[in-house]
């Protein structure tokens, strides 16, 4: 994860928006994905972009992608308790390989 | 969406034994697959990287001798712990990957190895 840097800790209310952020360095990335882990669970995926897309809407979910900054976000609309989870931010180029971000665990409240 | 079947999610064995952990794609054939381990609370720390009728590729510092992983199928990679100690208990995760740049990975649940 030294290449892929995000916050470790959010909290926020039900119902509420969520914005998870990331940040990476390899400018050569050309996929960039989003993870959600529960506890003892594996990785379930949760969305993906392709690194010349801005943005990428599924659902409740929204990713942002800004390039030039290396920086990407996600966006859960109207949190549901169910979204509490740790939220892996990853990117690869063309080995295939991922590397992930240390994680954020999302919280909610009610 | 694409589903990886891993197994056992949970093993206890005493020091010296090996244990093998199956990882199975259930519908998509994946030609590569990789091997992770995640301590508490940590990211998932890439192993190694193994594709189908070849060698696997480890990562530096991850002993190929303890961590015997085959790839034999298009849909079965097993990694196998060989004479494990209690410093090799962790979690381990395979994902697979149908080996197409569009194609993401995909994960298995885990296996929460505990040596004592």
């Known amino acids: 994860g030294e290449d892929v840097e995000q916050s470790l800790f959010l909290s926020v209310r039900e119902g509420d928006s969520s914005v998870i952020n990331c940040t990476y360095t390899?400018?050569?990335?050309?996929?960039l994905y989003w993870y959600k882990q529960e506890p003892g669970a594996g990785l379930q995926l949760l969305t993906y972009i392709f690194s010349n897309m801005d943005m990428k809407q599924d659902q409740r979910l929204t990713v942002l992608l800004n390039k030039k900054d290396k920086h990407l976000s996600l966006r859960i609309a109207d949190t549901q308790t169910g979204d509490s989870a740790i939220y892996f931010c990853?990117?690869?180029?063309?080995?295939?390989?991922?590397?992930f971000g240390a994680g954020t665990t999302v919280t909610v409240r009610a | 969406g694409a589903v990886v079947s891993q197994h056992p999610s949970w093993v206890i064995c005493k020091s010296g034994t090996s244990v093998k952990i199956e990882c199975r794609s259930l519908?998509?054939?994946?030609?590569?697959m990789f091997w992770y381990r995640q301590f508490p609370k940590q990211s998932l720390m890439l192993m190694a990287t193994s594709n189908e009728g070849s060698k696997a590729t480890y990562e530096q510092g991850v002993e190929k001798d303890k961590f015997l992983i085959n790839h034999a199928s298009l849909t079965l990679s097993t990694l196998t712990v060989t004479s494990a100690h209690p410093e090799d208990s962790s979690f381990y995760i395979c994902g697979g990957s149908g080996g197409l740049r569009s194609q993401p990975q995909h994960f298995g649940d885990g296996t929460r190895l505990s040596i004592l």
């Open positions: 390899d400018s050569s990335s050309t996929y």
């Open positions: 519908d998509f054939q994946a030609t590569t």
């Open positions: 990853a990117e690869s180029s063309d080995d295939y390989k991922l590397s």
